[in-house]
């Protein structure tokens, strides 16, 4: 069995970072990619960014040089870095494990007050 946890979200005013972390546990050999996403409410869920288990990385346009993907392959733990937080960033944060399922975990709230 897998599970997938979500820690760092709250809240914090405009321009201010936060650093989310994600660690996947249980049964897991191997991994296609890791990832973040995102949703705000009344809006579906988005990409923000994810992370290949080879450290390749592809990020949303709306989060390009503010926000950093990283993980650590021996413990099965994503990382997102996020400065220069705008008041549209705030949401529910989403962990997404995926390997030939995908395993998401229950989200962080992340606020950002103007």
């Known amino acids: 069995q897998v599970h997938v946890a979500e820690s760092g979200g709250g809240l914090v005013q405009a321009g201010g970072s936060l650093r989310l972390s994600c660690v996947a546990s249980g049964s897991i050999f191997r991994y296609n990619y890791m990832g973040w996403y995102r949703q705000a409410p009344g809006k579906q869920r988005e990409l923000v960014a994810i992370i290949t288990a080879g450290g390749g990385t592809n990020y949303a346009d709306y989060v390009k040089s503010r926000f950093t993907i990283a993980r650590d392959n021996a413990d099965n733990t994503v990382y997102l870095q996020m400065h220069s937080l705008k008041p549209e960033d705030t949401a529910v944060y989403y962990c997404?494990?995926?390997?030939?399922?995908?395993?998401w975990g229950q989200g962080t709230q992340v606020t950002v007050s103007s």
């Open positions: 997404l494990l995926r390997t030939e399922f995908e395993y």
